[in-house]
């Protein structure tokens, strides 16, 4: 029992991950014995490259493996800075790469080093959940922007303005691709976001971690257009990476110090050893590109077999690895939806609650990081389970 008057902080009082939930359950049933097809989470079935793994192994077997400069090693900042200019035509100076554990821990670095308490910060509902969580652990103000078909899922200007009524707006985060939706700013609508919030004082992050997963539209980085920007990147999703705990940022130059500064106590340095295989990945691209485009099979498997069976709502899905659907004609509740779901038909898929709170009973994401074969499988269940 507690001690009389301790208990949680306030700041401690967020929301579950209902993906990660679901995840565990999943876990539960297959230790069970069940067979589930997993399309909850945002976990490529891909490991990470060979030669990423290979050059792991080479740092293990042959040297001791241990703190780093707390902004990452000076050639992993270099390589970025080479993959920035092939990638974009865009140059950056290498001082403005911070190496971070993951993209989480560079959200927590770029809300503390740009933002204090009580500071309003823009997201888009649906989004991911995890922005709105760190920012309200942080005891910053989470303003989700309902987003829809009328302007493709996207903030804009207008929109910004509006939720300034309530009070200044510090900041603004937009993912493109995006998560839970997989819809994408043009790059002029994107541009035209980044001079916006240049002109009214309003920090830009920009969360690019599902570039290079791009099916129909072009991606751009804001860093084309601002020098101001806050991008963040990860290993995790394009370079399947996720349990090596691997990211990056690229800060204006008046937030580096402060972001080191924070690091250096909350992480000391990301992991010498998922910063090697990291920069080998970096140079993965043909194997790489033979993931996307299992990726793309099963998008486009799914975008035309699950309307076959009812799933006839879906949001475009223009990058990343999701499917938004409106399952509301199943259910007005898709966080029963899918908890039946997984426990009748042994699908796996999260309820939109995650992503907004508002609007997200009527909807579910399934993620199609997985292999096709069991896309093949998940649609046979569903059919099996909704007739």
Partial sequence: MAAHGLGPSRRSDVAPFLAMDVLARA?????????????????????????????????LENGAIGYTHARGIAPLRNRLVRHYRDAYGVEIEDSRIMVTTGSSAGFNLAFLAAFDPGDRVVLTAPGYPAYR?????????????????????????????????????????????????????????LSDLVRYCDANGIWFISDEIYHGLVYECEQATALSTSGNAIVINSFSKYYCMTGWRIGWMVLPEVLVRPAERIGQSLYISPPELSQIAAMAALDATQELERVRQGYAANRDFLLESLPAIGFDKLLPVDGAFYIYADTSRFAPDSLAFTRRMLEEAGVAATPGADFDPVHGAEFTRFSFAGRLEDMREAVERLKDWLA
Avoid: C
């Fill in 133 to 189: 969580n760190i920012l309200k652990a942080l005891g910053l103000v989470p303003v989700e922007v309902e987003v829809g078909p009328e302007t493709r899922w996207s903030l804009t200007p207008e929109l910004i303005d509006k939720a300034a009524l309530d009070g200044p707006v510090k900041g603004v985060l937009v993912a493109s691709p995006a998560n839970p939706t997989g819809t994408m700013m043009t790059p002029e609508a």
């Fill in 27 to 59: 876990a539960e049933l297959e230790a069970a014995g069940r067979s589930i097809i997993h399309m909850e989470v945002g976990q490529p079935a891909a490991p990470a490259p060979k030669i990423a793994r290979q050059a792991a192994a080479d740092a």
